[in-house]
């Protein structure tokens, strides 16, 4: 176990490592970084100044070393439109995005669960094509398209909830649910299979041949186990939707990490832009790490695998 | 003549026969192909061809004195803009078949590039083993992890916005789904007996990957475009979108939507409508399709 865990922890500073080269590489092989840091109408002897500053100036080992040291250290770079540090802004965005992610993980799960489990049930129904078309629109609408529909009906023609912003529980209602869309299709996906597989083992026919109720069957020995993979799926889909909702952030103006990657375009601020981008990866690299061990932990077989 | 039958089929190589069962089951399937996708695809496509004489206005000259024209069959709508107006005056039918050109042009194209560049370094991957392999899936690794939007928008502000970055963006993002998918299919395909015969007949290793290899993974490659295409139009209408993907004042559905957005909160909700389902319309054939097409040429494919 020992051997495993820290292989994949190995595993995960390698591709931690491969993150960092390769945002520090795009950002100088596509142009002169000291330009994205300028303002547009900057002289030569200002970028040449920024260039000093940053140590752009320098070989690039040594300019990696500096980029790596100071994303160490917490230091992303300073805000070109707000004038503090980078990392300080995205820490006091990232509870609204938790917040948001929540609300939609739960939506998600509440429906894709109820749905799934109600298709597998009535295999080949009436409940089983309504889990499909769940599904079928879920991936195929886009989240920001969902958001304004849902702003247009709910907010403009019927006055019910806020448009945008973040304050009250109402805020929450339609960016979570515009969010949590393709989360839903693919946990009700994902349920209704595994609840197919295990409706299918050997242990649930005997326990039918025990003659115990089907209800009790359905939920003590098919749906616990069934839940499983939902559960991993739901994890690693729940720092997802941190890092996505972008899109859905802008439509609604609901001041996350997303919101905050948006105004860095509209500003052209950079060192934001890059910051989001890399402490996304950071999270998921980190999110994947845990379902890991966590599966060995659970499941020993996994860990004589690899 | 019957005599050049046997000539033709000799002369066809052994390796042709996953393709040629492929072929075979594609024919059959043709008979109870799938009618809504391929219609809204094929309608699309014929969109995205004759927009030019299709569309009954300019897509991206408006007239302000027709702004926010509802569609024609509500009050205050007229027949010659039949979806009706955006808020400047321009016509929304014409710009959505203009946008359709777009939106298959660059989801299409990236979704190929990425299925040829990930397809080469996934077989490369797995073939080769060892510390390439180790290499590459480290690199793959370190790519899936970050999430495919924000990525595409850091891209995007390094590159500037156009179609043509567009594709290279999405292709440069989503090609890594591919290669980990293809590479665990190499994996089980090198240890089978026909590989390994190549290997005893001292064929190359390009050979072995482009003859023995290649063909047996490509119905996995096709089946993974068919439902990466909806993903990438979806990626590419949010860049639009946020405005970093296709620069205005051209018609991508992205920028329409980006348009409709103040107009809506006034009550002109046909500008957000409709292009938003178009959007919707294209994805959802382009799921449906690749759901078939996974069915028909790889049932082991499960997973995406």
């Known amino acids: ?306 | 003549m019957p005599g050049s039958i046997p000539a033709s089929a000799s002369s066809a190589s052994p390796i042709s026969y996953p393709w040629s069962a492929a072929r075979r089951r594609l024919r059959e399937g043709a008979r109870e192909l799938p009618v809504v996708p391929v219609t809204i695809l094929g309608v699309t496509l014929l969109a995205a061809l004759f927009a030019d004489a299709l569309a009954p206005h300019d897509p991206v000259l408006g007239n302000l004195r027709h702004r926010h024209r509802p569609p024609a069959w509500l009050a205050g709508g007229d027949v010659s803009h039949l979806l009706g107006t955006d808020h400047l005056g321009r016509d929304i039918l014409s710009r959505l078949l203009f946008g359709a050109r777009i939106s298959l042009l660059v989801g299409f194209t990236a979704a190929v590039v990425a299925g040829a560049l990930g397809t080469a370094v996934g077989i490369i991957s797995g073939y080769c083993g060892r510390w390439v392999d180790q290499l590459i899936m480290r690199i793959v690794d370190a790519w899936i992890a970050l999430p495919a939007i924000s990525f595409a928008i850091f891209l995007a502000v390094l590159l500037g916005p156009s179609e043509m970055n567009i594709v290279i963006i999405l292709a440069g993002i989503f090609w890594t789904r591919y290669a980990r998918v293809i590479r665990g299919e190499v994996l089980s395909l090198k240890e089978r007996d026909y590989v390994r015969l190549a290997v005893v007949a001292n064929c190359s290793m390009w050979t072995i990957m482009r003859r023995h290899i290649l063909p047996n993974v490509i119905n996995t490659s096709i089946v993974l475009s068919t439902l990466i295409v909806g993903v990438v139009i979806v990626a590419e209408a949010a860049l639009s979108f946020l405005g970093v993907g296709v620069p205005p004042p051209k018609p991508a559905w992205g920028l329409m939507l980006a348009d409709g957005k103040e107009g809506m909160m006034a009550g002109y909700w046909w500008v957000t409508l409709f292009p938003g389902l178009a959007i919707m319309l294209v994805v959802l054939a382009a799921n449906l399709l690749g759901d078939w097409l996974r069915v028909r040429l790889d049932p082991q494919l499960r997973q995406l």
């Not at chain 1, 860095?264 to 989001?276: H, L, S």
């Not at chain 1, 999270?283 to 690899?306: K, Q």
Request: hydrophobic letters at 55%; glycine letters at 8%; one cysteine or more.
């Open chain 1, 1 to 306: 176990m020992t051997r495993f865990v820290l292989k994949r922890c190995l595993y995960a500073l390698g591709s931690l490592f491969i993150l960092s080269v390769t945002i520090f590489l795009l950002i100088r092989l596509t142009g002169d970084p000291a330009t994205l840091l300028a303002a547009p109408e900057a002289k030569e002897a200002d970028l040449q100044a920024i260039r000093v500053q940053l140590g752009l100036d320098r070989s690039w080992a040594v300019q990696y070393v500096h980029f790596v040291g100071g994303a160490l250290r917490g230091d992303f770079g300073t805000s070109l439109y707000y004038r503090v540090p980078a990392g300080t802004l995205y820490w006091q965005r990232l509870p609204a995005s938790l917040q948001l992610a929540a609300v939609a993980m739960a939506i998600s799960l509440l429906v894709g669960l109820s749905v799934g489990i109600l298709a597998a049930v009535h295999v080949g129904r009436w409940w089983d094509s309504v889990g499909k078309l769940i599904a079928l629109l879920g991936l195929s609408m886009p989240s920001f398209w969902l958001g304004l529909l849902l702003i247009y009906v709910f907010a403009v023609s019927l006055h019910w909830l806020p448009t945008s912003g973040r304050g009250t529980a109402a805020h929450l209602v339609m960016p979570a649910i515009a969010l949590s869309g393709y989360f839903t299709a693919a946990h009700m996906r994902l349920t209704r299979s595994s609840m197919l597989d295990v409706l299918g083992s050997e242990y649930v026919k005997l326990a039918r041949l025990k003659g115990v109720p089907e209800t009790w069957v359905l939920v003590k020995h098919a749906f616990k186990n069934a839940l499983i993979p939902v559960v991993t799926l739901a994890g690693i889909n729940l720092v997802l939707m941190i890092n996505v909702a972008v899109v859905v952030e802008t439509v609604f103006a609901w001041p996350g990490i997303g919101r905050l990657l948006y105004e860095g375009i509209e500003f052209r601020d950079f060192p934001v832009v890059q910051t989001v981008v890399l402490l996304g990866g950071v999270m998921v690299i980190a999110a994947n790490l845990t379902v890991d061990i966590l599966y060995a932990w659970i499941d020993p077989r996994i860990r004589v695998e690899r």
